[in-house]
């Protein structure tokens, strides 16, 4: 690199404008129900995995390669145990919210790289978890 700046340098996008975008597109696209579990997976799995993280001092970058970041394995399994709990206690299907603990964990756990940027997962773990949800409310 020559030292240049780019306009990706100057604008950071912050945490919260991803959460309102995954929130607004998981209530458009998804049934309501769905729309509303896949938000509390957001919002309850996605900070009990991080303080997780936080209080057990994992890397926040524990295996990385050139496409992707995988969390620690204990990591991603209080996300999946998180969002199971919530989807079930909300929707109260076993398959339903099975289904969308499996996609949230895989937002969460596996972090997707595009170019230098990773998306980030509070756009990801409501499309994951109610595109995973929807799938499994059609059997």
Do not use: C
């Not at 780019?6 to 049934?31: C, K, P």
């Not at 938000?39 to 992707?68: N, V, Y």
């Amino acid at each position: 690199m020559t030292g240049e700046k780019t306009f990706y340098d100057f604008v950071r996008i912050g945490a919260h404008a991803f959460f309102m975008l995954g929130t607004l597109i998981s209530i458009l696209v998804f049934d309501r129900q769905i729309a509303i579990a896949s938000i509390l997976m957001l919002t309850i799995g996605d900070p009990a995995s991080g303080l997780a993280q936080r209080f057990k001092g994992a890397s926040r970058d524990s295996i990385e390669g050139h496409t992707a970041v995988l969390k620690p394995p204990g990591i991603i399994l209080i996300m999946f145990i998180t969002s199971w709990l919530v989807g079930y206690l909300f929707l109260g299907s076993l398959a339903i919210s099975l289904s969308g603990a499996i996609g949230a964990t895989l937002a969460d756990g596996l972090r997707l790289k595009v170019g230098d940027s990773i998306i980030d997962d509070n756009l990801t773990i409501p499309l994951y978890a109610g595109f995973f949800m929807s799938l499994a409310s059609l059997w």
